[in-house]
């Protein structure tokens, strides 16, 4: 159901880089800002990233987000075994008049 | 520090009405400007935002069109806090439900931060 289509899932070796896209629309990416969040297995999601690449306090410079056109990028370097979780994106969609999020995308840290 | 603190029933009948209900502490449901959300999530369908209520001058609510006609976000002032309605549920609303609060700082909006989540089950 969901309207941002991102990768089941991404992996990589402890220390390494990772990049998860998010691909939209004109009607959703395309024309507004993106947000990121982090859930770790059992718990709510957490907020990440905002306005497509601004990190809250808090949230290490690991983590960077950024867009072009109608699709996202979040991007992990360094990667830890506390990143392990799933991450989504999501946006507000102007033809829907509401948010909708990413499928969702599994990081693994091998 | 704002946290949210979520009540309610873990188990629903089919046909009848879910009520979830997300106290806030460190804002306040009135502020102008966040808005307070529920947003929930299955396996089958995700995330998925359900509906938001916000004070500007006077209250305001907007639903996703796939629950809209069954859901009602309502305000409660006079406890700080806000609560979801939606009525003639069946197993697929199914699902951990979540409130948020929907903050902007000018351009785009996020939620942040979240209720812990209630896992709801419809059933007979």
């Known amino acids: 159901q969901s309207v941002l289509t991102q990768p089941p899932s991404v992996s990589a070796a402890p220390g390494q880089k990772v990049a998860i896209s998010c691909s939209g629309s004109s009607s959703n990416i395309g024309n507004n800002y993106v947000s990121w969040y982090q859930q770790l297995p059992g718990t709510a999601p957490k907020f990440l990233i905002y306005?497509?690449?601004k990190r809250p306090s808090g949230v290490p410079d690991r983590f960077s987000g950024s867009k072009s056109g109608t699709s996202a990028t979040l991007g992990i370097t360094g990667l830890q075994t506390g990143d392990e979780a799933d991450y989504y994106c999501a946006t507000w969609d102007s033809s829907l008049s509401a948010y909708v999020f990413g499928t969702g995308t599994k990081v693994t840290v091998l | 520090q704002v946290q949210l603190h979520q009540s309610g029933p873990g188990l629903v009948k089919i046909s009848q009405t879910l009520s979830l209900t997300c106290a806030i502490s460190g804002d306040s449901v009135s502020s102008n400007s966040p808005a307070w959300t529920w947003i929930r999530q299955s396996p089958s369908r995700g995330l998925e935002w359900l509906g938001r209520t916000y004070y500007r001058s006077k209250w305001y609510s907007d639903y996703a069109i796939s629950v809209k006609g069954r859901i009602t976000i309502n305000p409660d002032p006079s406890k700080n806090q806000f609560s979801l309605h939606l009525n003639s549920v069946t197993p697929e609303d199914t699902a951990v439900y979540y409130c948020?609060?929907?903050?902007?700082?000018?351009?785009?909006?996020?939620?942040?931060?979240w209720g812990l989540g209630t896992l709801v089950t419809v059933s007979s």
């Open positions: 306005d497509n690449n």
């Open positions: 948020a609060r929907d903050r902007t700082a000018g351009h785009g909006n996020w939620f942040d931060p």
